[in-house]
């Protein structure tokens, strides 16, 4: 594994642990940077040592101590100096990353930067990343990060997960943070890769944690479902030159059943209880009120249980939307409510729809305007509403394919 | 770690309470504390008389300026606070939920209280 990788995937859970024992994200973050850079400068000559993840635990906790040292603050440090001296050497604690989300997320952090402090410390994704992500300046970004972490140590908000009175209010911003993580993932808002597996198996890790935590919950349990139900699907999303494959195109041979099993069956244990109709606009209907991710884990289980993509029941899917529309009203999803109703059949529909949502900034409503104006072979308004999704995308294997497809409504006009 | 729980009373809402039920706030208040006395939680609290008492001193041009009524003019205001002394932020947010005060409209605000010459950040 190089040390790019090793960053990617184990960043933020090295962090947890470092900062489950110094209590200060700022100190715990400077420990790790500093045993990342002296492997980088070590590795190439000495090689990696036998356990990477160790190492920089090690490292980083070592470089913490002889900074809470220097700082010679040691009345009310030393405590954190015993959790520092016996921080296992051996692979950070799980748990940690759950406490870390918690922390994250507090109801006394500011919403705007919960979600940018988890990714920026759990994922371990760039201040710069982030801004991009939320098209906000990176000055900003930053300045919300350091606002945050300076209220969790000056405030002191507790690295801790809630008790349980408290657990049940505070697990949505929980939850909605991991599938921020998993959405992060699954389809990258910058970079040149389109996926980041890496942060979609945190994802589902966090969120099995999440179940183990609250077994009787439904939306924990939901979120898994849809996350597995999506991720089942990651090898056919992209070709061998990175490109991204649409799901009507994709060889669904390659998709991981095992993960379709069981985020099917946890569905299917969601829903034993009320009888599932199949119709959605009845029983699912009724019982899905008030769960957001049921609702999208269903939509995700009838396209991954579809057994080629001329048989995937679009109508339902379509039925599904509606109700996570009226559930949680957004432009997003009013987006993917139109693609479900033109892939029943209704372009006309679909783009009388389409036309309606503002979405500035994103390049995917122009990408399915263009899409259905080319199914319907209107191929100079294809062409106009290709190039203004061009101009919005930042995934590069995104932008491949929004320029494939404008060669073909190109050369196709008459 | 200590925190300062500031607790600003909403004047409106406060006028529209009979004398009775001002009486068992109060008296609920009272309660509220002496249990955190007890459990060590709080070594002392502070009511604090209503603005219209307030007199305020700024200086401008050398000169200390002396003037009738509280800092700021406003529909809430200050009636008092309390030092708790909590372990982190949720045990003082546990506290401060059980305030009686908040059933009639009172806010209350939970900031780190700095003593002495401790380092800031």
Not at chain 1, 34 to 43: D, G, K, L, R
Not at chain 1, 51 to 67: E, F, G, H, S
């Amino acid at each position: 594994m190089t040390l790019g990788e090793l960053h990617r995937e184990h960043y933020g859970r090295i962090l947890a642990s470092l900062i489950r024992a110094v209590r200060d994200f700022t100190l715990a973050e400077d420990a790790l940077q500093e045993a990342f850079a002296i492997a980088v400068a070590q590795w190439p000559q000495k090689g990696p040592p036998p356990n990477p993840v160790a190492w920089l635990l090690a490292t980083a906790r070592n470089k913490a101590i002889d900074q809470i040292r220097h700082r010679a603050m040691a009345a009310h440090k030393h405590e954190e100096m015993i959790t520092l001296a016996t921080l296992e050497e051996s692979a950070p604690e799980p748990a940690d990353t759950l406490r870390l989300i918690f922390t994250c997320c507090h109801p006394a952090i500011a919403p705007e930067a919960q979600i940018a402090l988890t990714l920026h410390t759990v994922c371990g994704l760039t201040t710069e990343e982030i801004a991009r992500a939320f098209l906000v300046p990176v000055p900003t970004l930053a300045q919300r990060l350091v606002r945050a972490k300076t209220k969790i140590k000056l405030a002191a908000i507790p690295y801790s997960i809630p008790g349980d009175d408290e657990l049940p209010s505070r697990l949505s911003a929980a939850l909605h943070v991991v599938y921020l993580v998993f959405n992060e993932g699954y389809s990258a808002s910058s970079g040149t890769e389109i996926i980041r597996a890496d942060l979609c198996a945190d994802a589902i890790r966090l969120a099995r944690q999440l179940v183990g935590l609250l077994p009787l919950e439904r939306e924990p349990r939901a979120l898994l479902a849809l996350m597995l139900l999506n991720d089942a699907r990651r090898p056919a999303r992209t070709d061998a030159s990175g490109d991204l494959v649409l799901l009507e195109d994709q060889d669904r041979t390659l998709w991981d059943r095992a993960k379709i099993a069981e985020g099917t069956a946890l569905l299917d244990a969601i829903f034993s209880h009320t009888s599932p109709s199949p119709s959605p606009t009845t029983a699912w209907g009724k019982s899905l009120r008030g769960a957001p991710y049921a609702l999208q884990a269903a939509i995700a289980a009838l396209h991954a249980n579809a057994p080629t993509a001329d048989k995937t029941d679009w109508p339902q899917i379509a039925a599904l939307y509606a109700l996570l529309a009226q559930l949680t009203p957004s432009p997003i999803i009013e987006l993917n409510r139109a693609v479900a109703i033109a892939m029943s059949g209704h372009l006309e529909n679909a783009l009388t729809l389409l036309d309606q949502l503002d979405l500035p900034g994103y390049h995917r409503l122009p990408a399915a305007r263009a899409d259905l104006l080319r199914r319907t072979g209107r191929f100079p308004e294809a062409a106009v509403a290709y190039g203004e999704a061009l101009s919005l995308v930042r995934n590069d294997a995104e932008r491949r394919h929004l320029q494939k497809r404008l060669q073909e409504v190109s050369t196709s006009s008459p | 770690m200590q925190y300062v729980m500031l607790i600003y009373l909403d004047s409106q809402r406060w006028s529209t309470l009979s004398t009775d039920e001002r009486n068992r706030v109060h008296q609920e208040c009272g309660a509220w504390h002496e249990a955190l006395v007890k459990s060590g939680h709080s070594r002392s609290c502070s009511g604090l008389q209503p603005p219209s008492t307030a007199t305020t001193l700024r200086e401008a041009h050398g000169k200390t300026i002396i003037t009738d009524g509280p800092f700021a003019e406003t529909k809430e205001f200050l009636g008092g606070f309390e030092i708790l002394e909590c372990a982190h932020l949720d045990e003082a947010i546990a506290i401060a939920k059980r305030f009686p005060g908040l059933r009639v409209g009172t806010a209350v605000e939970l900031r780190p209280h700095v003593v002495g010459n401790e380092c800031k950040d």
